[in-house]
Each structure stands twice: as structure tokens, then as C-alpha cells.
């Protein structure tokens, strides 16, 4: 069965209840169990956390046995040069995921320090981004 692990970053656990105008009214949590249950062949394992080193810990963690890490380092991406060095660093492939559009938001927002680690980078489509991205796994 493919392992495929969603991480996110800080603030993201406030989804449904932050910013709705951006980042939508449903919790990660609900949106969670409708990707589980979408994809029934795949093991979907869900992350989060608000503190940096912990973090590149989980990405050290399952980093060398997991097929796949969909990452929403949320405002890391634009900052952490140590979570792009765990990105760097690790075998599993990873797939940067934003919500929101990054690019038609602030400059500081238009950088991610991740990115160049990638496997690929999915910005703009909603909590989908997280769905399109499992799906660019599988093909
Ligand atoms: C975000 C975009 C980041 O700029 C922001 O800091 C977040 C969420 C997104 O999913 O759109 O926390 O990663």
C-alpha cells in the first residue's frame, strides 16, 4: 500500500476558523477524512505542527520510508531555511502544497525556500491542492 503523509505548518491548524475569505471554512480535519475516504488504496497519514524543528523531526521521521509528503509549510515556506534543508535532505519525494494563491498575495509570499526541493509545487486551488497533489502522485 502507498504511504503518502500530509504535513502542515503553523496556523493551519486554525483552517475553517482563520481567514475563511482565504483559506476556506472547512477544517482540516473534515476535509481530511473525505480525502481517506477518496482514497481508500492509498495509507494517508495527517501532521501538524506550529514549531518549526518539530517539523523537519517528522520529516527526518518518515522521510526515508514513506513514498510521498505533501507539505504546507504555511508561513515556513517564505523563511526556513532549515525546513528546506530537511526537504533537501530526505529520500521521500515532496510536494509543496498551498491553499491560497501565494503568488497574487504579498512579495514576501512569492518566495519559498522549499520549493527548489520539490517534486513539484500546487498553489491557488483550495484544500483540492492537497487532493491534486496525492493525485500527481499517482500518475
Ligand atoms: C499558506 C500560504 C502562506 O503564505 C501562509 O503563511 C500560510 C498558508 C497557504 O496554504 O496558502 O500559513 O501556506
Redesign the pocket.
Known sequence: MLKIAIIN????NLLGIREKE??GSSSFEDYFKTIEQKFPTIDLTYYQSNIEGELINKLHEIGFTYDAIIL???????TSIAIADAVAGIKTPVVE??????FS??D??HVSYLGKHCKGSI??FGLN?YELAIQSVLI
Open positions: 505548518g503553523p496556523n493551519l482565504i483559506y504546507n509549510a504555511g508561513a515556513y515556506t517564505h502544497v498551498h491553499i491560497s494563491n501565494v498575495r504579498e514576501y509570499r498553489s491557488g491542492g
